[in-house]
């Protein structure tokens, strides 16, 4: 935990142009000057895509705190290049997704959200890597994030955490793949499956727990692979699920692990934290322990995570 009184440094700002957010860039301004910020290092991109150059610059730079203005897709791409910096981001939610801002209690109000980047306390937060590339809240193949979005609200409260796993797949576009995954090595899954998918966090998309206890900060990745294809079988992982938890369903397998290598028997899209990559026949994917360290709300000895 820090002090209360902690020394504000160098403070880099890294916004993406067309995200709004409370009273924009010149509020988030105003509120750096009020919190003493001396020197500002000030960058806007105008695509998530640009924002990994200036997060390099920004810790070339020396800078002491790395705020970062956008969505999961910004703070993805400037967690790619800040992990293993040991330099301390805050988020300010400025994006249309928040998943990760939202799975760790910081606030989206701009004032708020700003005071939490400068008083808050310094957890250091687990990563996943996949192919190479950090992601902070989820990875998959076999789903549309966007899509996702879509899970109509009273299959949410049916369904609760599972239900994502559910739309997701009734917007699946391709069918069942031929699929093998490897955990530690050892293979874990090998047959048809329709979608794989990786949590850092338990809320994956519109306030739905995907995972059960999924902790960032545990040295673990949550998987997930489900099987279930066709009205038939959707019908009884929809039973399955009404009456409990996920897992109890024949369609959806669920662990934890530390090292995770997919194969595909076609290529497959995947995502990460919401932006769609390459399609690929092979995923590798580890989990990046203490890999970034975010300011976030003080605990107020309730979780937060
Ligand atoms: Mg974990």
Known sequence: MLPRKQKVGTVAVIAHQRKSFGGG?????RLLADEGVGELLWYEVPKSKKAPKKARKALKEGADLILVWGGDGMVQRCVDAIAGSGVTVGILPAGTGNLFAQNLGIPEDLPKAVHVAFHGENRKLDLGKVNGEHFAVMAGVGFDAAMMEEADRGLKDRLGRAAYVWTGLRHVRGELVPMEVRIDGVTWFEGEASCLLLGNVGTITGGIEAFDDARPDDGWLEIGVTTANGPIQWARVLGRMSAGRSEDSPFVRMTRARKIT????????????????????????????????????ESTGSEQL
């Open 262 to 297: 997919a194969r595909f028997g076609s290529p497959m899209t995947y995502e990460l934290d919401g932006g769609a990559k390459g399609a690929v026949t092979k995923l590798k994917a580890k989990v990046v322990p203490g890999g970034v360290t975010i300011r976030v709300p």
């Open 25 to 29: 860039l010149d509020e988030l301004r």
